[in-house]
C-alpha cells in the first residue's frame, strides 16, 4: 500500500477502480451537501476520474490530488484539455480551467493549499487505505481542514475477510470512530451491490455518508 504500489497499478494499467462513467452517487447525492455553485470541491487521490467533470459541469472548480503523474497525464489527454503545470509547494500543479491537479502525496498537503475549500468529496480515496493509514489519512483531514467543510463519503462494507482490498471494507461504525467529533456523521443509504450487478455471493453493500462541521471546530 506504499507509494510504489500505487504507482506500479498505474504503469500496469491494473486499474480496476477506475470507472468508465460518473459513479452514480455523486448525481444522487450532491445535492444533500448543498455547496453554492462558483465553490472549489477537494477530491482526495481523485486518479482520472469522471466525477471531476461531472463537479465542474454543475458549476464548481475542482481540486483534486493524486500520486500517480500517469493517471494526471492521462485525464487530460482523454479529456482533450491542455493543462497549464507550475509547482505548488511539494505538488506539481496541472490546471486547465476550472479543473486542478496536485500531482503528489497527500500526506505532503498543507492548510494553504485547501483554504477555499468548500466541499470534500472522497469515493475513492478512505476505501484504498489499510487500517493503519485510514486514521492517519483522517487525521491529516482535520489538520489541513481545520474550517471542517461538508463531505460526501462512499465507503463499502463487506466481510473483509472474504477478499483482499483494495477496495478495503470501511462500516459505519468505523466511518463515526475515525471522523467524529471533528465531524458529524450522517449515514444516508446503503446499496446493495449484488442487486447492482455484482457478481459477490457475500454481502457486498457500498455505504453513502454526509459529514458536517462537528462539535470540535
Known sequence: MN??????????HRIGFHRPDVHPRLPAFWDRLQVAQGGTVFVPLCGKSLDLLWLVEQGYRVRGVELSPIAVQEFFQEHHLHPQVDSVGAFQRWQAGPVEIFCGDFFDLTSAELKDIAA??????????PPELRRAYTEKLRDILPHRPPILLITLDYPQETRQGPPFAVPEAEVCALYQPSWAVQHLSSIDLREEGST???????LVF????????
Open 3 to 12: 507509494q510504489a504500489y500505487w504507482r506500479q497499478r498505474w504503469q500496469e
Open 120 to 129: 470534500v468529496y472522497d469515493r475513492a480515496a478512505l476505501i484504498a487505505l
Open 200 to 206: 459477490d455471493t457475500n454481502r457486498f453493500e457500498e
Open 210 to 217: 454526509v459529514l458536517r462541521r462537528g462539535v470540535d471546530s
